[in-house]
Structure formats: C-alpha cells, structure tokens
C-alpha cells in the first residue's frame, strides 16, 4: 500500500464525512442550540420583565400601604375628635341638667321655708291669742302677768 494513496483516500472519505456532516447533521444541531439560545433569552427576558412588575406591584402596595395608613390615621383623628365632642356635649349636658336639680332643690327649699315661715306663723299667732285670752280672763296683776308671759316664752 502506498502512504500517498492511502493519505488520499483517507482526505477523500474525511471531505465526504465532512460535506455530510455539514449538510445533514450540523443544521439540525446548530438549530437546536439557536432554539435553546433563544428560549434561555426568552426566559431570561421574563424573568427580568416579571422583575420589574414584581418591583412595580411592590411600589403599589407600598404607596396603598401609606394611603391606608393615611386613611385610618384620619380616621382614628376624626373618631377621637368626635368621642371628645361627644364627651363635651354630655359634660355640657350633665353641667344643665345638674344645675336646673339644684335649682329645683333651692326652690323647693325656698317654698318649705316660706310654708314652715307661715305654718309658724300661725303657731305665734294662735298662741299670742291663746295668751291675751288668758290675761284677759284673770284679773289684773303684775305678777300673773310675768309668770304667764314667762310660760308663753317657754312654749315659743
């Protein structure tokens, strides 16, 4: 065998090889590495699209978040300013309602002074009648009059 022949035909079959694997086998696996590195950019796209709706729905939550807080600061501020309105107008109320009793109480008292002012009134009258008709009845005398007088003082 001659190395030269045996070269050439080796360059032959290698060229043949060659031609076939470029024409049949390397196309379908230079596709299949377009179709991988095309689905890797792909998913490499969404996951940085998901990135940045997922870092857009945080800014959103934190802004409803602070609006939220906003709202139930106002709130709780309204609410207590209305308890404290609430308190005041009782407190106001109470103060009415408490002076018109004592009102009440004063009058009520005024009228049982004047109605035991009468009543003893009447006492003093019916006894300084009582008392003249017992000096009236007796004879006159200093001394009965100063003892009945005295009596009189004691029943007052």
């Keep these: 065998m001659n190395l030269n022949a ?8 290698f060229m043949i090889l060659w031609g076939f694997t ?8 230079t596709k299949a590495l377009d179709e991988r590195a095309s689905k890797i950019a792909d998913g490499l796209a969404a996951a940085d ?13 934190a802004q409803e978040l602070a609006q939220s807080r906003d709202e139930i600061a106002k709130r709780l501020s309204d609410a207590e300013k209305r308890g404290n309105a609430l308190v005041e107008e009782a407190k106001g109320r ?6 018109k009793i004592v009102a009440d109480a004063k009058a009520e008292a005024d009228q049982l002074v004047i109605s035991a002012r009468e009543a003893l009134r009447e006492q003093v009258a019916a006894l300084a009648v009582k008392g003249a008709e017992q000096i009236l ?12 007088l005295t009596h009189l003082k004691s029943e007052l």
């Design 6 to 13: 045996t070269l050439f035909a080796q360059i032959v079959v």
């Design 22 to 29: 470029m024409k049949f086998v390397w196309p379908p696996i």
């Design 49 to 61: 699209k998901a990135k940045s709706e997922l870092a857009n729905a945080n800014a959103r939550v």
């Design 94 to 99: 109470a103060t009415a309602e408490a002076n």
């Design 137 to 148: 009845r007796r004879e006159v005398n200093a001394q009965v009059h100063a003892d009945l």
